[in-house]
T-cell receptor, first 110, second 113 residues
Framework: GENVEQHPSTLSVQEGDSAVIKCTYS??????FPWYKQELGKRPQLIIDIRSNVGEKKDQRIAVTLNKTAKHFSLHITETQPEDSAVYFC?????????FGSGTKLNVKP | DTAVSQTPKYLVTQMGNDKSIKCEQNLGHDTMYWYKQDSKKFLKIMFSYNNKELIINETVPNRFSPKSPDKAHLNLHINSLELGDSAVYFC????????????FGPGTRLLVL
């Protein structure tokens, strides 16, 4: 089955700085890579996703890159704000369920 | 107009009991899932259903039995609850299963004493 590894497990940045979270996956057949944000006590919510036919996608302050050859993908958040503080999960999927990374707790200090 | 809903929100019960969690989606999606999030926040797929049929069962003990009466509902029944079953259980749904966004329910926090 798919194995997704995510780093770092915790990340602390100053407001306005950038944050980068990296994931690797094992199944070369995986073709969909979403990123979810989970605030304390809440449900995971999709913030951005990328499909295997695309190398990069951007949505305002958030961008995701995908390297299929190396089987890794990354989340980039620029100009971080305190409300970006949460746990971020990457996931990989091939026709169905998501296999999640272990999560990154992002703390943005004002 | 909640998209994916779950009941109950909290469930506290004794070891050995049987309990059910209900999930409903009003998005018209074909595929529904159950995920378990443990105390370390790991999110792991348990089951995947497409149009009321079980597609995936990811090495879940057979004490867990999903039931889908129609494609808008996917319930989870757990027999003989154990301490290790304590977790947050999330239901999710998507339109189809390939490269589709999954929408999560609010979660059911289960505590087994």
């Amino acid at each position: 089955g798919e194995n997704v590894e995510q780093h770092p497990s915790t990340l602390s940045v100053q407001e306005g700085d950038s944050a980068v979270i990296k994931c690797t996956y094992s199944d070369s057949a995986s073709n969909y890579f979403p990123w979810y944000k989970q605030e304390l006590g809440k449900r995971p919510q999709l913030i951005i996703d990328i499909r295997s036919n695309v190398g990069e996608k951007k949505d305002q302050r958030i961008a995701v890159t995908l390297n299929k050859t190396a089987k890794h993908f990354s989340l980039h958040i620029t100009e971080t704000q305190p409300e970006d503080s949460a746990v971020y999960f990457c996931a990989a999927s091939n026709r169905g369920p998501f296999y999640f990374g272990s999560g990154t707790k992002l703390n943005v200090k004002p | 107009d909640t998209a994916v809903s779950q009941t109950p929100k909290y469930l506290v019960t004794q070891m050995g009991n049987d309990k059910s969690i209900k999930c409903e989606q009003n998005l018209g999606h074909d595929t529904m899932y159950w995920y378990k999030q443990d105390s370390k926040k790991f999110l792991k797929i348990m089951f995947s259903y497409n149009n009321k049929e079980l597609i995936i069962n990811e090495t879940v003990p057979n004490r867990f039995s999903p039931k889908s009466p129609d494609k808008a509902h996917l319930n989870l029944h757990i027999n003989s609850l154990e301490l290790g079953d304590s977790a947050v259980y999330f239901c999710a749904s998507s339109q189809g299963g390939n490269q589709e966004t999954q929408y999560f329910g609010p979660g059911t926090r289960l505590l087994v004493l």
